[in-house]
């Protein structure tokens, strides 16, 4: 089995892989789904069942901590924005995705801005609920990945932009 890893186009940064549970949403953005894990310094990580979700005990074991399974994994930093900020970032980023657009594959650039702008649309108007992670570099001219958390309140979720990241067997 193969496994492809993903990165940013703009920085090479990686991100995931296809082990975890990637969909495509309105053609413009990928959704990872995440999950909060247990890890304890030395030992083994906890990939199990969430015990909350399984009415189970919630005590952490000395030196142990939750954390997001990628943002550990990849070493994702968080970053914060007030909208103002995050509309001045991502009007930057999407206009460097759509110059590597316009190099690498012309025919995706008008479904990208339409997409694009209609999911910037639904960010923006749903800002509160979004965490902010950068990779591990901090570059400011790479991806910043947005947190959200599925209906349910409990099962968190990466949104990727599409068009700005590329896939790689290895």
Known sequence: MSVILIEFIL??????????????????????????ITVKAGADV?????????????????????VNNIVYSFRLQQTSFDKKSYVTYIKGYMKAVKAHLEKTNPDEVAVFEKGAAAYVKKIIAN???????????????????????REDGVTPYFVVWKHGIKEEKV
């Open 11 to 36: 920085t090479k940064t990686q991100l995931v892989s296809d082990v975890y549970d990637i969909k495509e949403v309105d053609g413009v953005v990928y959704e990872v789904d995440s999950a909060v």
């Open 46 to 66: 906890d990939i199990g069942a969430n015990p909350s979700a399984e009415d189970g005990e919630e005590a952490l074991e000395d030196g142990a901590e939750q």
């Open 127 to 149: 800002f509160k609920d979004y965490d902010f992670y950068t990779g591990e570099s901090m570059n400011p001219d790479g991806m910043v990945l947005l947190l959200n958390y």
